[in-house]
């Protein structure tokens, strides 16, 4: 699975992004999809997941109620809209992809960053 992450940018504390990720592969359906983030000078935490089916979701808790993230299976791609930004959500953005697998860990496949940049 190949993954290409787009739409960060810089906006306003408080504004919104939407976060896409496209993937390439037949068996999309068959991965969890998740979010990760790396704020300069700090580790790569995970902040929302996707079940394979959909069906089930997992956030970091200092994004509950602001981020969602959905995915759409015709599409090959998930999408994370970010609400009411914060300057501490201030990082690069990692799409990633688990094979059968649904959790906080065990990404198999990464795709390149993109900056969300939030002033304050």
């Known amino acids: 699975v190949q993954l290409q992450a787009s739409g960060g940018g810089l906006v306003q504390a408080g504004g919104s992004l939407r976060l896409s990720c496209a993937a390439s592969?037949?068996?999309?359906?068959?991965?969890?999809l998740g979010w990760f983030r790396q704020a300069p000078g700090k580790e790569r935490e995970f902040v929302v997941g996707?079940?394979?089916?959909?069906?089930?979701?997992s956030y970091v808790d200092s994004v509950k109620g602001r981020f969602t993230i959905s995915r759409d299976n015709a599409k090959n791609t998930v999408y994370l809209q970010m609400n009411s930004l914060k300057p501490e959500d201030t990082a690069v953005y990692y799409c990633?992809?688990?094979?059968?697998?649904?959790?906080?860990?065990?990404?198999?496949?990464w795709g390149q960053g993109t900056q969300v940049t939030v002033s304050s």
């Open positions: 996707i079940h394979w089916n959909g069906a089930k979701t």
């Open positions: 592969g037949r068996t999309f359906r068959s991965y969890t």
């Open positions: 990633a992809a688990a094979y059968l697998k649904f959790g906080t860990d065990g990404y198999d496949y």
